[in-house]
């Protein structure tokens, strides 16, 4: 019994086999391929949108790291030496031009000022002096009465008598500016700082710093240009790829630290010829008005500069260029409806897309959305082509930022 139940398991095994090689044999009979308009494989052409690359202008935005400064920043520091005797302002407040703003002991000022007007009196009498005995020996030396160098001896004493006249003036002098001294002014209109030092203290003339006073109106904002960004420019300026503002003068913006734009225009009005050995970078300077006092001294913002124009320049979204070790390349659909990889050279970064200076020619579609379900030579059906670049979708897109600053 074991034996023929054997027997027939080994027979069903041998049918079985048979069936499955009968059915692999009819299958390779079929001819390849799916459903009509299928490629071979049974996988549908991918489904990709793309944009109509088309020349325009395109403005161009440079920002860079900047720090505000004061358009006038100066040191009050005392010119005579003596006690600080009292603080006229409020530290932080603004203050005029001419305000006194400390106050040095006077009294020994005083005192100096009424011993160089004494001594202006004694010689002031001496020249008296001698200008009567002139006087009286003038008509004496007519009559032969004393001799001519008599005459000249009382002519020299009245010179040297005017001449101390005029060197206790200048001491007279000297002692009511020193007096004046006494009181500290502002030398600007501006807002002060801390005071440095209090009341009680000795000031030791010029040596010492009282306070400091900020003109903020208006507010100066300096940066540095990258010298490989300024060669660049200057570059593509030479070559036409880059129009600039009307005599270079760039208008400026400013971002705040909290992201946000302030509303003053400024414009560029100083850029240094040298370039600074350790940062690499040549500094350059945008004034703006302050009027509201929003821009405090020290302030680290970033500075827009707007006027340059690139034209007939050719713009494709971000997500459309890929990158490789060897460099960028997009994908374009050819005349095949076939996914094309073309190396593309890039300019600037803009908010909507990358310039492309070299690799494109207008009219070419080129792949925005669907990129990662293809390769090269990929059939593609597009599903959606507006002809225009990708829309920005905040305000202040679509301007191009300088390399640096690439995210």
């Not at 208008?251 to 100083?270: C, E, K, M, P």
């Amino acid at each position: 019994m074991n034996l023929r139940h054997s027997g027939r398991c080994t027979i069903a095994r041998l049918l079985a086999l048979g069936c499955v090689a009968a059915l692999i044999a009819g299958c390779g009979d079929k001819p390849a391929g799916g459903p009509p308009g299928m490629p071979a494989g049974g996988m549908p052409p991918a489904q990709v949108s793309v944009i109509s690359v088309e020349p325009r202008d395109v403005p161009v935005r440079y920002e860079y790291v900047a720090q505000t400064t004061g358009y006038r920043e100066v040191e009050v520091r005392a010119r005579v030496t003596g006690i600080l005797q009292k603080r006229n302002f409020r530290e932080g407040a603004a203050v005029r031009r001419g305000q006194p703003l400390f106050v040095i002991d006077p009294a020994p000022f005083e005192v100096a000022l009424a011993k160089a007007q004494a001594d202006l009196d004694a010689v002031q009498a001496r020249l008296a002096q001698a200008q009567r005995e002139v006087a009286r020996l003038t008509p004496v030396l007519e009559a032969k009465a004393i001799s001519q160098k008599e005459l000249d001896d009382s002519a020299s004493a009245e010179q040297v008598a005017r001449a101390d006249v005029k060197s206790a003036l200048a001491r007279v002098s000297e002692a009511r500016l020193n007096l004046s001294y006494t009181q500290v002014e502002s030398p600007i209109t501006g807002i002060t700082s801390r005071a440095v030092v209090s009341e009680g203290a000795l000031v030791s003339g010029p040596n010492v710093l009282l306070t400091t006073v900020t003109q903020t109106d208006p507010m100066y904002v300096i940066f540095g240009v990258p010298d490989r960004e300024f060669l660049a420019l200057r570059r593509d300026a030479d070559l036409g790829r880059l129009k600039l503002p009307a005599d270079r003068q760039f208008q400026a913006r400013i971002r705040l630290s909290d992201g946000t734009l302030y509303d003053g225009i400024g414009a560029v009005n100083f850029s240094d010829v040298r370039v600074n050995t350790q940062t690499g970078t040549s500094e350059s300077r945008a004034e703006f008005s302050n009027k509201a006092n929003l821009l405090r001294a020290g302030e680290f913002v970033r500075v827009l500069l707007e006027g340059a124009v690139r034209p007939n320049a050719i713009v494709v979204p971000q997500r459309a260029v890929l990158e490789i070790p060897k460099g960028k390349f997009v994908y374009v659909v050819n005349a095949q409806s076939r996914a094309e990889a073309r190396p593309v050279e890039v300019g600037e970064w803009a908010n909507e897309g990358w310039v492309i200076n070299d690799g494109l020619k207008p009219g070419e579609r080129v792949i925005v959305d669907g990129v990662m379900k293809i390769g090269p030579g990929a059939a593609v059906q597009v599903a959606a082509a507006d002809g225009a670049p990708a829309k920005p979708t905040e305000k202040g897109e679509g301007k191009i930022v300088a390399p640096a600053d690439k995210k």
